[in-house]
C-alpha cells in the first residue's frame, strides 16, 4: 500500500508538470512584433485594411499638386521630428523611441510593407499595423485621402 501511495504522488505531481510543458513547448511565439508588416496586417480588422487600400488605390494615380504640398507641410510638421528630415529615423524625436522609427531608405523594408500599410499606419497608427503605438494617428487625414496618398508617396520616394 505504502509504495502504491508513493507512485500515485508520482503521477499527481509529474501529471501537471508534463502538461505544462506540453503546453509551453506548443506555443510557438509569434516572433518580433515589427518583422512583417504584410503579414500581421493580415490578422487586423479587415475593413481598416480594405479602407487603407481604397485610400490608396483611390488616389495614387491622381495626387494632385494641392495634396503634395499639404502633404509636404505635414510631413515637416509631424513627422520630421521622429523620422528625420531625410527620413533616416533619427529626428531629434526618436533618440527616446524603443524600438526607433525605420530608415525609409532601406530597400528591404521599403519592398517589405504595403502602399496600404504606410497609409494605414499613417492614419490609425503603428499599432494599426503591428508596429509601435508611438507612432501615432492621424485621424484628421482620415477624410483627406489624396494627402495619405501623397504622404506615402513621400515616405516611397525617400528609398
Ligand atoms: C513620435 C514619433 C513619431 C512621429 C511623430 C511619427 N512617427 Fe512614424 N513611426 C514612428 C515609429 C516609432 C514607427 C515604428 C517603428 C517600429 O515599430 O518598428 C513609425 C512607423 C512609421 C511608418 C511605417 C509603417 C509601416 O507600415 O511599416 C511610416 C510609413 C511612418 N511611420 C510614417 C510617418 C508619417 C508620415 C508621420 C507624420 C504624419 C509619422 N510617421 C510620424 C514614430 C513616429
Redesign the pocket.
Known sequence: MRSDFGSTMIVAVATPVLLLVALTAGCSHPGPI?QP?NGISDQIGDSQSAKAESITNKTSSAITEEARKEASD??KD??V???GEQGRGDGP??SN?M????DFHNSN?QVS?SDA??A???VHG?SA?G??S???P?LDLEDKPGVVAA?VER?RELK
Open positions: 515589427n508588416p505635414i510631413f509631424r513627422c521630428t521622429c523620422h524625436g526618436a523611441l524600438p526607433k522609427p525605420m523594408w510593407v500599410d504606410i494605414k499606419a499613417i503603428g499595423v508596429l509601435s508611438q507612432m501615432q492621424n504622404l515616405v
